[in-house]
């Protein structure tokens, strides 16, 4: 099959993500002798600095890693918190039907450093002054900016120019927007991190580590942060100025925590996920449906395939909207979700024609009113820097993902999906030189739902990065960017593995797609039944079949659907690894 470049081939070990920099520099501190734990890290703060349109220092950071001594899978969760003061019944005294997408309203608190943290001092080896030099590096000299930066500023520069005057002074040094290619300094980032560094003080690498996570969550940064917020009334999505709800107090309350991923056992593979806090359980929810299916029997490019794995897509999006929430908070029947009798009758559902129907399963015991998303109305405008971009046709150039994959030569592995904290959403912090997530804005403002939003719960995020075992072993670290799109790549991409025996490059090479059936997780939170999208590189009798099923069928763009990477280990001891060449800048590499 053809394939954009070949599927790299190391024994020492691979790093790939959604920049060519940041695999560099992943590969540059293995070569250093850290492990895959240093190296995701010192490559995650490089994305920060890399894509600041699609992740940032305030954002969130789900990671799955492998520990090979230990032959031990764990979660991290770098998915923050609500402010105490986020309630339904605040929202409703603004007048405010959804979480705005935009502004100081849907701050979090920034999950992603203390995950990279607790990575680095229990799975890593080296010290935080060393993974952060490479991004210290480029935010100080400048970084090489690719097109999309220029294009994400410039779709908000109005917003900046006249309400967020803190961001345009990053974004729009001396008033103008960064030319394509030009290198790109942080200076208040870089000021941000040598300051967090120089009281990164203890006897033991350990608790300088520990001093660096208490520097940002009890010290200046979230002091700085919560006077920000408190300060300032700022323009959002709404059309109004509000007032920001996170504080100091709720960072210093909030930390990472270690969990063990959930799993699903299909076609001789266990693939592992994050908690029903992530929307991940609905790729293992679709496997579960799809084992009674022969997929192997099925062309991996042709319709009958597209138009089974998009409606068992559809049962499984819609229990994730009726059922899923921060287990700490609301029950979520995850057993019954995966289980062979459940899945039996939802798998019935599954027929010849499409369906146009939101419909989530029957739980004893459980609700799955959805009539909460009769009440959602399209806004008369889109406003500046709202919405999931990922799906290229659409146009937009707001803020995204990146993903991060490494296996070292010892066999440890990390998948992680950093997000959040991006440049359009919300204005930067002055004294840090970045912005905060507003991942709140997937919360309902709603009560009684298991998304609603309420005090110290975590947004149903839609950060699902992906490991897959074989026989019990580690075997592939994968994942994408793309807001509710990441759980249908990626299986469409897993599928064709494991039935069609395509290899990663093959499989994030080959024509995918999307539907858009259920409503979207982020501001406006519409929905368009029935429709989907195929990449422009199909046939067209591919396009005409899935209408004749009903399906409200398009062509996209050609190279538009996807930004995969992936990396796995094989019993003879070889690392492959592979990156999308979608019109971004993901590179893999590796020795």
């Avoid at 492998?66 to 986020?86: K, W, Y």
């Avoid at 040598?194 to 940002?216: M, Q, S, V, Y």
């Avoid at 991923?261 to 679709?286: E, I, M, N, R």
Wanted: hydrophobic share 40%; net charge negative; charged share 20%.
């Amino acid at each position: 099959m053809f394939t954009t470049r070949p599927e790299i081939a190391a024994t020492f070990g691979a790093v790939a993500t959604t920049h060519w920099i940041a695999s560099q520099t992943g590969m540059a501190v293995l070569e250093r002798g850290g492990n895959a734990a240093d190296a995701a890290v010192a490559a995650a703060f490089v994305l920060h600095v890399a894509e600041p349109h699609l992740n940032g220092p305030g954002g969130d950071a789900p990671i799955i890693l492998h520990d090979a001594r230990a032959g031990t899978q764990h979660v991290i969760c770098g998915q923050g918190v609500a402010p105490g003061a986020a309630t339904p019944e605040h929202f409703a005294s603004l007048g405010l039907d959804l979480v705005p997408g935009t502004g100081l309203l849907p701050a979090v608190v920034p999950g992603a450093f203390d995950a990279w943290m607790v990575l680095l001092r229990d799975w890593g080896t080296m010290e935080v002054a060393d993974v952060l030099s490479y991004a210290i590096y480029y935010a100080r000299r400048g970084i090489h900016i690719v097109a999309r930066i220029p294009a994400a500023i410039e779709s908000v520069r109005p917003l900046f120019e006249q309400y967020w005057p803190s961001s345009a002074a990053v974004f729009l040094p001396r008033g103008e927007v960064p030319a394509v290619g030009s290198l790109f300094a942080r200076p208040a980032l870089a000021d941000c991190w040598e300051r967090l560094l120089k009281e990164c003080n203890g006897p033991t690498r350990e608790a300088r580590i520990d001093a660096a996570r208490r520097c940002f969550y009890r010290g200046f940064v979230a002091e700085e942060a919560g006077k920000f917020y408190a300060a300032n009334e700022l323009l959002d999505c709404s059309g109004r100025r509000h007032r920001g709800l996170l504080t100091a107090d709720d960072m210093a309350r909030w930390q990472a925590t270690v969990e063990d991923p959930v799993s699903l056992d299909y076609a001789g593979h266990t693939l592992l996920k994050c908690g029903a806090w992530s929307q991940g359980p609905v790729f293992l929810q679709l496997l579960a449906l799809l084992r009674g299916i022969d997929i192997a029997a099925m062309d991996p490019l042709g319709a009958e395939f597209v138009h089974t794995v998009v409606e068992g897509m559809k049962l499984a999006f819609a229990d994730r909207e009726a059922f899923y929430g921060d287990p700490d908070f609301v029950k979520v029947p995850l057993g019954t979700l995966l289980s062979e009798e459940y899945n039996a009758a939802r798998r019935k559902l599954i027929g010849e024609a499409a369906s146009h129907a939101l419909r989530p399963g029957s739980i004893e015991g459980f609700s799955s009113d959805l009539s909460h998303l009769a009440r959602i109305k399209p806004p008369e405008i889109m406003a500046a820097g709202t919405g999931e971009p990922t799906v290229a046709r659409l146009g937009s150039v707001g803020g995204d993902t990146c993903h991060i994959d490494v296996i070292d030569r010892d066999g440890n592995m990390v998948s992680a999906t950093p997000s959040g904290g991006w440049l359009h959403s919300s204005p930067v912090v002055p004294e840090l030189g970045f912005p905060l997530s507003t991942r709140g804005q997937i919360f309902w403002a709603v009560p009684g739902l298991p998304n609603s939003i309420a005090p110290r719960k975590r947004p149903r995020t839609t950060l699902s990065p992906s490991m897959a075992l074989r026989d019990g072993k580690a075997w592939m670290s994968f994942g994408t960017p793309g807001g509710d799109q990441q759980d249908q790549w990626q299986p469409v991409f897993y599928l064709r593995m494991l039935h069609h025996r395509m290899n990663i490059q093959e499989s994030i090479d080959a024509p995918s797609f999307h539907t858009e059936h259920w409503n979207n997780s982020f501001w406006p939170r519409l929905a368009k039944p029935g429709r989907v999208v195929i990449e422009g590189r199909y046939p067209p009798e591919v396009l005409a079949a899935l209408k004749a099923r009903g399906h409200d069928a398009e062509m996209g763009a050609e190279w538009s659907e996807g930004r995969l990477s992936a990396a796995r280990l094989e019993d003879d001891g070889q690392i492959f690894a592979g990156a999308n060449p979608r019109g971004m800048p993901g590179y893999a590499v590796g020795r």
